[in-house]
């Protein structure tokens, strides 16, 4: 019976770190020092992941860049297997809303 607790408390855990399976963050960027940015998911959480000089960023349906990433830009980032520290595979936004003038 504790056998069977136990497996079962464990399983989740197991299944959720599976390779293969892309993990993505969402939010928005607190803070960008060099290549590191640090930013707040929509679960409140805090995170950090790197930019390296294979990482893609799509702005809204076109190519963006690295020097559009400011703090407050909303993201979603594909940061591969998930591993430790976290490196974009790629950054997605949608470019900021212009105001009439």
Same mark, same amino acid.
């Given at each position: 019976?504790?056998? %069977?607790?136990?497996?079962?408390?464990?399983?989740?855990?197991?299944?959720? %770190?599976?390779?293969?399976?892309?993990?993505?963050? =969402?939010?928005?960027?607190?803070?960008?020092? *060099?290549?590191?940015?640090? =930013?707040?998911?929509?679960? *409140?959480?805090?995170?950090?992941?790197?930019?390296?000089?294979?990482?893609?960023?799509?702005?809204?349906?076109?190519? *963006? %860049?690295?020097?559009?990433?400011?703090?407050?830009?909303?993201?979603?980032?594909?940061?591969?297997? *998930? %591993?430790?520290?976290?490196?974009?595979?790629?950054?997605?936004?949608?470019?900021?809303?212009?105001?009439?003038?």
């Amino acid at each position: 019976m504790f056998a %069977a607790l136990i497996l079962a408390v464990l399983a989740p855990a197991a299944t959720f %770190a599976h390779p293969g399976h892309e993990h993505k963050l =969402m939010g928005t960027i607190t803070a960008i020092d *060099g290549n590191k940015v640090s =930013m707040k998911t929509t679960e *409140g959480k805090d995170a950090t992941f790197t930019v390296t000089p294979t990482t893609s960023f799509k702005r809204g349906k076109g190519k *963006g %860049a690295q020097s559009d990433l400011k703090v407050g830009l909303r993201v979603v980032v594909n940061a591969g297997d *998930g %591993a430790e520290p976290l490196k974009a595979k790629e950054v997605q936004y949608t470019a900021p809303a212009t105001t009439a003038k």
